[in-house]
């Protein structure tokens, strides 16, 4: 058996939390926190246990980031798991303050679609201790298991939806008003956004894509680069202009040692991010803009810590990270966010028009874009080449910075230095319904929404936002992604990626993966590339690496100037330009490779 340190981090996943009733007063609700025992088994099942924790609070978006936290970790973790067993247990960490402030009942139900029969409520009676109060059992345990066989297999026509959705509500069981209505919330909504084909062998657990590098975090918290390395973006304690085309590991602070302790990785041109497990930030490569946020403009070879905005500490308490063309963002554990380096179009957020660059990090204002105001409640985030978006816990999106091809989705090609919030497809409301955002995307933007629909903005000159058509017109109000014969909506998906360039890509619930935009050097992997095969503007599916078949079992998708898949049997899959290394097959050429190949040394 192999143990799992716990888990405080709290991930990054799309999520969706909604409330009813929420006019009335919850004095008392359990909040689901994000304190897990994870122990992953050598048959590859996933054991998570939840400890719920009364808190007085009266603010229900509190409540819905806490229950968010417990979804993103089973969603992080479960995606390596062949089957998924999760373990309720209240546990009261102040029993004598519950018995004297809880005035309601209260249950937290787990329900899932694909768990079967699911008894999976915890209830609690009003002035007690609720760790000696449960009705499920002594033990206090409620075991919900997600195995293989309710996976849909390759090729199920049914199979449209994400895997499973699981979703925690919480209701107070006695009536806290006159009108004897009993005050419930849906705490938060998780749609899988990862498929379960088989044990996850590799120690690969997370890919990104720079311009001309790559990157991999594996699982004993190390990272892998190889690529370009002309700003020391690589980590090995140079800056070459040597082509390194098999992975090697990222250095730590002082050169000597490597990189330990990381739970996330974000790439953007030349720059590179990484998240380690104490919510601190580590950056390095180039920093002509201040983008690794260490309040200089030198680029750095070995990782560095971004400092907080005073420049006397560390940015702290991150839970999130995401790296723009030349900027920085990261999200805290209270749903602000921070950003860094360039703002020449605003994609800081500050609404400073007169400061072209942070070398510290700064919070990004809400939608008054006054002094003081700061974007709250933020679930995800996601960097462009010169622009920055943000979901939030409502399923909607804002944006900010760049805007001259309509990529902030607001109806004008307006630069915005302070969020705004994407509109819906007629301009008159606000997109809606989101769990997920694309990043990445040099002047276009991508977004998931709960149907597993695919809705794109922006740039269109290459045919990335799939719409059937490639023009330079400004698309700004979100359009549908087509599916791959033109005449209906790409469905069943699962994760999108709008690549650091002008090529799209999208996860489907069946492992599959597919691509549009620019292709002339190979990147959407179809078998085709040059001047016979510049772009496809509706999706089409990624090959295998014979070209025969489809490229199948992906649960991680990545794209620069070329593209990146991992598979859940451990092998990682590369395609489209090499001309540095970046594909990490051995050798660099200027040849395109249309097909996938596999990345050696991982």
């Given at each position: ?21 929420c ?10 926190t ?5 122990v992953l088994?050598a048959t ?12 007085k609070?009266?603010?229900i978006r509190?409540i819905?980031?806490?229950a ?7 969603s992080r973790e ?10 309720t ?18 249950e ?16 609690m009676?009003?002035g ?26 390759e ?13 925690i ?9 006159r009108?004897g209505t009993?005050?419930k ?7 899988s956004?990862r498929?379960?084909?088989g044990?996850?062998?590799?120690q690969?657990?997370k890919?990104?894509?720079g ?9 004993s ?5 190889w690529g370009?390395n002309?700003?020391?973006q ?5 800056a070459?202009?040597?082509d ?6 990222v ?11 990381i ?9 590179a ?8 930030v ?22 560095v810590?971004?400092?907080d905005?005073a ?18 963002l990261a999200l ?8 860094w380096?360039?703002?020449?179009y ?7 028009t ?5 070398k ?39 944006d900010?910075?760049w ?10 090609t ?9 509109k819906?497809?007629?301009?008159t ?48 109000l ?8 033109g005449?209906g909506?790409l469905s ?6 709008s ?9 489907d ?7 549009w935009?620019?292709?002339?050097e190979g ?18 599916r990624?090959?295998d690496?014979a ?5 199948s079992?992906?649960i ?7 593209t ?13 330009y ?25």
């Amino acid at each position: 058996m192999i143990q799992r340190e716990k888990f405080r981090r709290r991930f990054r996943v799309p999520f969706r939390a909604s409330s009813a009733n929420c006019g009335f007063t919850l004095l008392e609700m359990i909040v689901v926190t994000a304190v897990f025992a994870l122990v992953l088994t050598a048959t590859s099942e996933l054991f998570i246990t939840i400890y719920s924790v009364a808190k007085k609070t009266n603010n229900i978006r509190k409540i819905q980031q806490d229950a968010r936290y417990a979804l993103e970790t089973i969603s992080r973790e479960a995606r390596l798991a062949k089957s998924v067993t999760i373990n309720t247990k209240s546990e009261a960490t102040n029993p004598n303050q519950i018995k004297t402030k809880s005035k309601d009942d209260v249950e937290i139900t787990f329900s899932c679609n694909a768990c079967g029969t699911v008894d999976g409520t915890i209830k609690m009676t009003k002035g007690t201790d609720p760790a000696q109060n449960l009705t499920s059992s002594a033990t206090a345990i409620k075991r919900f298991e997600i195995n293989d066989t309710q996976v849909a297999k390759e090729g199920d026509s049914n199979n449209i939806q994400p895997f499973f959705k699981l979703t925690i509500e919480a209701e107070a069981k006695e009536s806290s008003d006159r009108t004897g209505t009993k005050p419930k919330i849906t705490l938060g909504t998780l749609i899988s956004r990862r498929n379960y084909y088989g044990t996850q062998t590799s120690q690969v657990k997370k890919i990104a894509a720079g311009y001309y590098f790559s990157m991999a975090l594996d699982s004993s918290g190390k990272v892998w680069a190889w690529g370009n390395n002309n700003y020391g973006q690589l980590g090995i304690g140079s800056a070459d202009n040597n082509d390194h085309s098999s992975p090697l590991k990222v250095k730590d602070s002082t050169g000597t040692g490597e990189l330990t302790g990381i739970v996330d990785i974000a790439t953007g041109a030349y720059h590179a991010l990484a998240l380690d497990s104490s919510g601190k930030v580590w950056a390095l490569g180039n920093n002509g803009y201040g983008q690794l946020g260490d309040n200089s403009t030198t680029n750095r070879w070995y990782p560095v810590k971004v400092k907080d905005s005073a420049g006397t500490g560390e940015l702290s308490g991150i839970v999130a990270i995401a790296a723009g063309g030349w900027h920085s963002l990261a999200l805290d554990s209270s749903g602000k966010v921070w950003a860094w380096g360039n703002n020449g179009y605003g994609e800081l957020g500050d609404n400073k028009t007169s400061n072209p660059i942070s070398k510290l990090p700064v919070r990004v204002r809400d939608s008054t874009g006054n002094a003081g105001t700061e974007l709250s409640g933020i679930v995800g985030i996601g960097g462009g080449d010169s622009h920055s978006f943000a979901l939030d816990s409502s399923g909607k999106v804002w944006d900010w910075g760049w805007n001259d091809r309509g990529q902030l989705g607001d109806n004008s090609t307006t630069n915005r230095w302070y969020p705004v919030k994407v509109k819906d497809s007629a301009g008159t409301d606000e997109l809606s319904g989101i769990i997920g955002i694309g990043g990445g995307g040099y002047g276009h933007s991508l977004a998931l929404d709960s149907s597993s629909k695919v809705w794109a903005w922006g740039r269109n000159e290459y045919g990335q936002l799939g719409i059937g058509s490639a023009d330079n017109n400004a698309h700004s109000l979100p359009l549908k992604v087509k599916d791959s014969a033109g005449t209906g909506e790409l469905s069943g998906i699962i994760t999108i990626v709008s690549s650091r360039m002008w090529h799209s890509l999208a996860l489907d619930s069946s492992g599959k993966v597919w691509a549009w935009g620019y292709n002339y050097e190979g990147q959407l992997g179809i078998g085709t590339a040059g001047a016979g095969s510049p772009y496809k503007m509706i999706p089409v599916r990624v090959k295998d690496s014979a070209g025969t078949g489809e490229l199948s079992k992906i649960i991680e998708i990545a794209g620069g100037y070329h593209t990146l898949a991992l598979d859940s049997d451990g092998k990682l899959w590369a395609w489209g330009y090499n001309g540095k290394g970046q594909l990490g097959i051995g050798s660099a050429d200027e040849n395109y490779h249309p097909l996938p190949a596999q990345v050696i040394g991982l």
